[in-house]
């Protein structure tokens, strides 16, 4: 029996179609768009028509001369990148860059290395709710802020974070505010326009499209100074030549997912509250992390207090339940998670905390089996 796939947030199987539409596009033999033949123009335009089909479904504002801009990028962790470093290095002098305690790794020790080159960064608290905690942002708030990053939801419990409070709170002061919504895109609908930030990182891979692509969307006026250098391709703030098969995958991955948003999300909740219930019923050890908060449908941090999450995970997936300790950029590390000791739990929990993300393929049968092996490993633990 092939093992149950539980860590949707480290990345999904890609969907079969996408696939399919990445191999036509390969075998069509598209080549670099920058070429101005006729294979270069018709390159050029598949890419494009993906650039807007993402564009269109994320809400940005597409037309005149003031359209919002998307960079395609290796993924998140480059699109995270990006938007760190360029608006670094178009700061003016500004100084001080704010991250939320509970940012993916591609934020944080991308922060801890500005901070090394002498920007002043600071870390926002987190409420034990797992969102981060407004008014200390507030706090933290001057005339030097060049740059505050928070995520839409986060990665290790799926808590959903105040994008809307932040931005009110940085919009005024003319402060730019970056938001990591990998975890979220098509699983919430994520509207560019409406969330009023000046700039978000997505990727393809969380939503069963290929790995490799993502894009750092940005403001007309807002767009960051280039961290590579090389060719003038997009605008040259993201220079080197376009891979439009990767572009055309991601751009059906979100088309399919978002033409069933309301489906998955029933389905995936449906799943998460089966799977959540189920071992709570059974395990007196076990607490959801982040139970009081709104959450992503398909994400479950779940502790058995008293167990080490690693000894957990193991035997679970030698019983054949793959799931995570938590950032798949982290696993492997022994150190606890960063999400769940920002939000100030108890050791216990932390120790014993394992993350179940949930995908559109996974099916009421594997969740019934995992409930059951999961329960099974936690009393033999
Ligand atoms: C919240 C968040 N941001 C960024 C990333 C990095 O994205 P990518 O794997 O496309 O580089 C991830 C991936 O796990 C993530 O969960």
Known sequence: MSPIYLDNNATTPIHPDVAQAMLDCNLRGLVNPESQHQLGRESRRTLESARETIGRLLGLHLEDIHADHLFFTSGGTEANNLALQGYRLAANNKNRLIISGIEHP???TTATWLASQGIDVQTVNTLNSGQIDCNHLESLLNDETFLVAAMLANNETGVLQPIDKIV?????????VHVDAVQAIGKLSVDFQSLGATSMAVTAHKIHGPRGIGALITKHEHPP??????????AAIRPGTEAVAL??????????????????????????????????????????????????PHTSNISFRGKDRQAVLMALDVAGLCCSTGSACASGSSEPSPTLVAMGLEDEIIEGALRFSLGVFNTDEEIQAAITQICAVAEVL
Request: proline share 6%.
């Open 106 to 108: 591609s934020v944080t």
């Open 247 to 296: 572009a055309v995958g991601f751009a059906m991955a979100l088309e399919l997912y978002v033409a069933n948003q309301v489906g998955h999300q029933e389905h995936l909740l449906r799943l998460r509250k089966t799977l959540e219930s189920g071992i709570l019923s059974q395990l007196a050890c076990a607490v959801v992390v982040g139970d009081d908060s709104p959450r992503l």
């Open 168 to 176: 009110s709170l940085c919009q005024p002061r003319s402060i730019p």
């Open 225 to 234: 100074q280039p961290i590579l250098h090389g060719g003038f391709q997009q």
